[in-house]
């Protein structure tokens, strides 16, 4: 195969190997979650050693071997799983895996490089003409992300993609895509994510916008909305959006941009008067409609416009580049994010040129995003789920309770834990409303290096799990940096008693009342979610358990697990479900919390353990699978999927094993897991099962096998220890 991933410390790049064949692998179309075949199939041919199970290898691992035969193929199937799973680790300790899905990251990049010039490959631009292509639905659009429907956010910017990326308006699925466009009444339809694109190409004059008021920046911080209370992800794409919007920047207009200004509306270009239509929506993109009050502000801010005073506005730009160059500088020039990479990249070509050092230190980072699957070349949600994916796959390798049988891997994955925490914090972390960092682990890289609450959390509670199972574990990772990583959870916690993602919620939720993005919800503030609480209170209960710190700050420890269990319970939904922010939805949801109720000693008996338990059970399908559908997520209440989903199922029957539930519909669910699984140890990838801001989907590859050997390896313990 051509392509090859190249990874180090957990940057992922690919790299095409110009003296090998390429060989096209098939995308099954009626599947749009990727498979991740490229990456997989690369790693097997190089890694994967067979293995031969037979009935008397059990014996020399020490596993017995009952008459039982559930049990026994449990044990056979989670052998396969992780014998298989293990080649797709690679030599830094990390476990790579396709982290896209959202449709509205690739365009940002194939912009940004068609105003300034940065020119992917031909053989990049040609997997993701391919991946385009391969995600077009029947009726000619595109959607927000790979499984929605066609929405104007996502048909608008993949179109304009395709076209700077050279396919002629005679393209048959091109015309299809413009006959979406038109039925839908033009751009002007799209939400406002994608307007401010079209104004960077100059397909769209800037007063087809609202005004993004750069000055908001210069308030005080004081105040409950200034921009430093946000989300940081909303943030971070405000702040370059505000400078760009300040400078009004646009790129060179070429035939090809007029072309584009005839091709996306119905009327002609220069007839149309953007000013009105800068609150048209498309009903298809519709999710979080713009309040009144946002409405309102839009008409001081819109008026504010026509007479701002210049130097106030040249003050607001200064602010705003040093702002977004302290982010570059902080995360290596990755950022934050997908959004604000390209926005910081276009500011900063605009701010210091083509040729500055500063652009250049971009351009060595684009890389980081892309991803090669069978679909085709695309823009990652992330640079990447390295650590978040190593430390569950840690945890499940070690609940089977065979961790002897695998410390090479999991010494390696040590390796990476050690180097992704995060040891300091970031430069003038005050003056960039950044919360501390030391002791933190980042969602990916050390590169990168935003900590997040709950990957820390994972971080120690993995760190510990290897520290007492591996033999002879070196140790790496030292007392003092797990009393860091416990100084970061503790001052993250928020008054509600529960965690958000990366910081401290800073302002009332009231403030998503001027949340401008139409297409997302709850992105103004970071709120407090059960996931992040739960995995908070299970380190703090881990590290208290720990002989080696038995008092340190038990006190503030003690309380803080208090209240994290108080905003579990009280989280809890009349159904006895837990919702799930980031992944589909409610078995995911209900899992963390009923995980983290049970470590910390509630009663299998009680109510809140024993509803949640009765909401799963009725969840059950007759296959003995659990399926939610990625709806769930988005309009808040359980809708079944088609299928039953290894994933969700792993999830379920995990919870039930916790909370020592029904031991038929256990065995059930194992029986569907085992079932399901392909006889080289892997699954099938079935439906996509991550989720942000209620409405956008996000591949998470490798949970089709981390959480189906997780859900196996307890079953086979739980069975292990009581016969
Ligand atoms: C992520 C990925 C990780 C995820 C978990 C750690 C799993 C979660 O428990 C907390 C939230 C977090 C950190 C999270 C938040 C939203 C992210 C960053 C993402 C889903 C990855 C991509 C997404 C980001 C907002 C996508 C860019 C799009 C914008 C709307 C800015």
């Known amino acids: 195969m051509a392509w090859r991933l190249i990874c180090d410390r957990g940057q992922q790049v690919w790299k095409y190997l110009k003296n090998e064949n390429s060989t096209e692998i098939y995308f099954d179309k009626q599947n749009l979650n990727s498979a991740d075949k490229v990456y997989r199939e690369n ?5 994967y050693k067979p293995l031969n199970i037979d009935e008397s290898q059990y014996d020399k691992l020490k596993i017995p071997i009952f008459n039982e035969q559930l049990l026994s193929s449990a044990v056979k199937s989670t052998l396969n799983a992780i014998n298989y799973y293990r080649s797709l680790q690679v030599e830094d300790g990390h476990w790579p895996g396709d982290y896209a899905g959202p449709m509205f990251l690739l365009p940002g990049a194939i912009i940004t490089d068609y105003i300034t010039k940065f020119d992917f490959t031909e053989e990049e631009k040609y997997q993701m003409i391919k991946y385009l292509f391969n995600h077009q ?13 066609s929405t104007m956010f996502g048909t608008v910017l993949n179109y304009i993609s395709l076209r700077l990326l050279g396919i002629s308006f005679n393209d048959q699925r091109i015309k299809n895509a413009y006959k979406f466009i038109q039925r839908e009444g033009g751009a002007m339809y799209a939400p406002s994510w994608a307007k401010f694109w079209l104004c960077v190409l100059g397909v769209m004059p800037w007063e087809g916008v609202n005004s993004l008021f750069p000055e908001l ?32 920047i646009v790129g060179e207009i ?27 929506i498309s009903p298809l993109d519709l999710y979080s409609p713009q309040t009144i009050l946002l409405k309102m502000l839009n008409f001081f801010t819109n008026s504010y416009e026509h007479i701002y005073n210049r130097q106030l506005r040249n003050k607001a730009s200064e602010f705003l580049i040093s702002y977004i160059e302290a982010e570059d500088e902080h995360t290596n020039y990755i950022d934050i994010g997908p959004v604000n990479k390209f926005l910081n990249m276009l500011s900063v070509w605009h ?20 991803w090669l699957s069978e679909d085709g070349m695309k823009i990652q949600g992330y640079n990447g789920s390295q650590l978040w994916d190593t430390v569950f796959s840690i945890q499940a390798i070690l609940e089977t309770g065979l961790a002897h049988l695998y410390t090479n891997s999991l010494n390696l994955a040590y390796y990476y834990l050690d180097i992704s925490q995060v040891l300091e914090d970031v430069k003038d972390n005050i003056k960039y409303n950044r919360h501390i960092s030391k002791g933190g682990w980042p969602f990916s890289t050390r590169d990168h290096g935003w900590p997040i609450t709950d990957c820390t959390a994972e971080g120690i509670k993995t760190t510990l799990l290897l520290h007492e199972q591996i033999f002879n574990c070196p140790r790496r990772i030292t007392s003092d ?21 990366y910081e401290l919620q800073r302002s009332g939720s009231w403030i998503e009342w001027l949340n401008p993005a139409e297409v997302f919800k709850n992105i103004m503030v970071d709120y407090s979610y059960v996931e992040c609480t739960s995995a908070c209170v299970q380190a703090l209960l881990k590290f208290r358990l720990e002989i080696h710190f038995p008092n340190h700050r038990r006190k503030e420890i003690d309380i803080a697990i208090d209240r994290g269990i108080k905003f579990i319970k009280k ?31 509630e009663s299998t008996e009680s109510n809140t353990i024993k509803k949640a338990v009765e909401f799963l059970l009725s969840k059950q399908n007759f296959d003995g699978g659990w399926g939610e559908s990625y709806l769930s997520c988005v309009y808040k209440s359980y809708i079944d999927h088609k299928q039953s989903q290894v994933i969700n199922t792993a999830w379920a029957v995990l919870s039930l094993m916790s909370a020592k539930a029904d031991s038929i519909a256990i065995r059930k669910g194992i029986q569907f897991i085992i079932n399901k699984q392909c006889s080289n140890g892997d699954w099938n990838q079935q439906s996509i099962s991550g989720v942000f801001n209620g409405n956008c989907m996000i591949s998470y590859t490798n949970y089709r096998n981390i959480f189906p050997i997780w859900a196996l390896g307890r079953f086979i313990k739980n069975n292990y220890i009581q016969q």
């Open 43 to 47: 790693a097997i041919q190089l890694n």
């Open 137 to 149: 639905l029947s009726d000619g659009g595109w959607g927000t992300h790979i499984e929605s429907r």
């Open 217 to 248: 920046w210069l308030l005080p911080q004081w105040l409950p909305f200034h921009p430093s209370r946000y989300w940081c992800h909303c943030r971070m794409v405000y702040l370059p959006m505000s400078y760009i919007y300040a400078e009004k």
């Open 254 to 280: 070429s035939p090809l941009i007029k072309q584009l200004r005839n091709e996306l509306y119905i009327d002609k270009y220069e007839y149309i008067d953007f000013t009105k239509y800068r609150n048209s």
């Open 351 to 370: 701010s210091k040129g083509r040729q500055s050092k500063q652009f250049e230190l971009h351009l060595n980072r684009v890389n980081d995003y892309l």
């Open 481 to 501: 940096r797990l009393e860091y990583a416990i100084h970061f959870i503790l001052s993250t916690q928020n008054k509600d008693g529960g965690w958000a993602s």
């Open 571 to 601: 989280s809890q939904r009349k159904d006895g479900s837990w919702y799930g922010s980031w992944a589909v939805c409610f078995t995911y949801g209900t899992w963390f919390a009923i995980e983290g109720l049970i470590a910390a000693g």
